[in-house]
């Protein structure tokens, strides 16, 4: 068992960040079936990336956000934007299911996708900015928090979800189980249980809800989900969490 949790985290770390950790024979289809990893790869991954952030009492609040947004792509990676770019063009298409899931597969840039890319980047830009305004240590804990949310969200699409058509996104939700997801939702809620309403409750919880937003669109404009999907609705559910985080504080 212990031996299958450290395949599947490696694999997480693999697939969803730019750590040089090797993948070795399982840990893809360790990864696949443990869908619980995908918030320790969140929480580890959002640590790093949040480090900038410590230098928010040093220098400007626009050059701390800049170095939260090098900082998650450098650390995070850039995949997860096709498929921000893909349901854009997809989102602004005329026509049905069958045609907005073609367009999903063309590799042509659309100006749907421009401006989707546009709006998450300036989004993430825009989250380090405001979390630059808080004291260091409280705008780590909410990025970490905002990361780790996104990641459960992705993990509770691959449990839960129906995939529209054979390709990454079914071999997630053909994989997932139950079983392999719980341990980390229980984690997660008994934590925020203990803490609420910090303002990194509060964007964890809006990470999650904003994963839901894309999901939800492919349901009814897809037919299900995609590996797309899975991608946008990582980078969709951080630039949410981390404006609802931000609003949390504020409003504290």
């Known amino acids: 068992m212990i031996r299958r949790w450290l395949r599947a985290i490696r694999g997480g770390f693999a697939f969803l960040t730019r750590f040089p950790v090797g993948s070795r024979e399982g840990d893809w289809t360790a990864f696949r079936s443990t869908p619980a990893a995908f918030p320790v790869v969140g929480l580890v991954g959002g640590a790093i990336a949040a480090l900038p952030l410590l230098a928010a009492d040093v220098l400007a609040p626009a050059t701390v956000g800049f170095g939260y947004l090098l900082a998650i792509y450098l650390v995070m990676g850039i995949n997860h934007l096709d ?11 005329h026509g049905d299911a069958e045609r907005r899931r073609e367009v999903l597969k ?6 749907g996708a421009l401006l989707a890319l546009s709006v998450v980047v300036a989004g993430v830009a825009l989250g380090g900015v405001g979390l630059a305004r808080m004291a260091p240590l409280e705008a780590v ?9 996104a990641k459960l969200g992705m993990a509770t699409m691959a449990a839960f979800g129906a995939a529209s058509h054979d390709g990454m996104g079914r071999q997630f939700t053909d994989s997932s189980t139950v079983g392999g997801y719980l341990p980390a939702a229980v984690v997660v809620v008994v934590g925020a249980t203990l803490v609420w309403p910090h303002p990194a409750v509060i964007g964890l919880c809006g990470a999650i809800a904003g994963v839901g937003l894309p999901w939800y669109w492919a349901n009814r404009n897809l037919d299900g989900i995609s590996g797309d999907v899975f991608g946008a609705a990582n980078e969709i559910g951080r630039v ?6 931000v609003i949390a504080w504020t409003l504290s």
């Open 106 to 111: 063309d590799t042509t840039t659309g100006v």
């Open 83 to 93: 498929g921000v770019a893909d349901l854009g063009d997809a989102f602004v298409v």
């Open 141 to 149: 804990a909410v990025a970490v928090a905002v990361e780790v949310g």
């Open 240 to 245: 949410v969490g981390l404006h609802v985080g």
